[in-house]
């Protein structure tokens, strides 16, 4: 069978490259251990409500202008939290799970964006330098009432 050239060498470089990215993302994950940050994190998403830090959520102050918001993320809300307000400079740890499906966990304005899966214990820690009204969203749809997911999170001077 003939092979142009021109597609001879179109076929090695394809190739090429797809073992290229096979091996990175074998290297990456089998040798270097990487994986997604909460995994060796785990618990029962059906046992949510009885498992520590999720048996207590909410907005605990843990030092300094420091503080570890606890959040559970259910359709179509975000349990137990309401009135955040945290001072300027704050430092937020964000644990975060799913009763259910996969959410999103966004703030707008900020490099918080994470997605929060059923099962793993999800974290994310920001610091808050600007005073202001933030929003904290679910950004993956999650069934009907997902466009109404969300709660505000205010910081004060
Ligand atoms: Cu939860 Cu969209």
Same mark, same amino acid.
């Given at each position: 069978?003939?092979?142009?050239?021109?597609?001879?060498?179109?076929?090695?470089?394809?190739?090429?490259?797809?073992?290229?990215?096979?091996?990175?993302?074998?290297?990456?994950?089998?040798?270097?251990?990487?994986?997604?940050?909460?995994?060796?994190?785990?618990?029962?998403?059906?046992?949510?409500? %009885? #498992?520590?830090? =999720? &048996?207590?959520? $909410?907005?605990?102050? *843990?030092?300094? @202008? !420091? +503080?570890?918001? /606890?959040?559970?993320?259910?359709?179509?809300?975000?349990?137990?939290?309401?009135?955040?307000?945290?001072?300027?400079?704050?430092?937020?740890?964000?644990?975060?799970?799913?009763?259910?499906?996969?959410?999103?966990?966004?703030?707008?304005?900020?490099?918080?964006?994470?997605?929060?899966?059923?099962?793993?214990?999800?974290? %994310? #820690?920001?610091? =808050? &330098?600007?005073? $202001?009204?933030?929003? *904290?969203?679910? @950004? !993956? +749809?999650?069934? /009907?009432?997902?466009?109404?997911?969300?709660?505000?999170?205010?910081?004060?001077?």
């Amino acid at each position: 069978m003939h092979i142009h050239k021109f597609e001879k060498i179109w076929l090695i470089v394809g190739s090429g490259t797809l073992v290229v990215f096979l091996l990175i993302i074998g290297i990456n994950a089998f040798a270097m251990g990487h994986t997604p940050p909460s995994d060796d994190e785990i618990l029962d998403p059906q046992e949510v409500d %009885i #498992t520590a830090p =999720f &048996d207590e959520p $909410g907005l605990k102050k *843990i030092g300094e @202008n !420091e +503080y570890e918001l /606890v959040m559970i993320a259910q359709a179509f809300t975000f349990q137990s939290v309401q009135d955040l307000k945290i001072p300027k400079g704050a430092t937020v740890h964000f644990t975060v799970t799913s009763k259910d499906v996969v959410h999103g966990f966004q703030i707008p304005k900020t490099n918080v964006n994470m997605m929060v899966t059923p099962g793993h214990v999800n974290k %994310i #820690t920001h610091t =808050f &330098d600007d005073v $202001g009204q933030f929003l *904290i969203l679910c @950004n !993956e +749809y999650c069934g /009907v009432g997902h466009q109404a997911m969300g709660v505000p999170l205010e910081v004060i001077e």
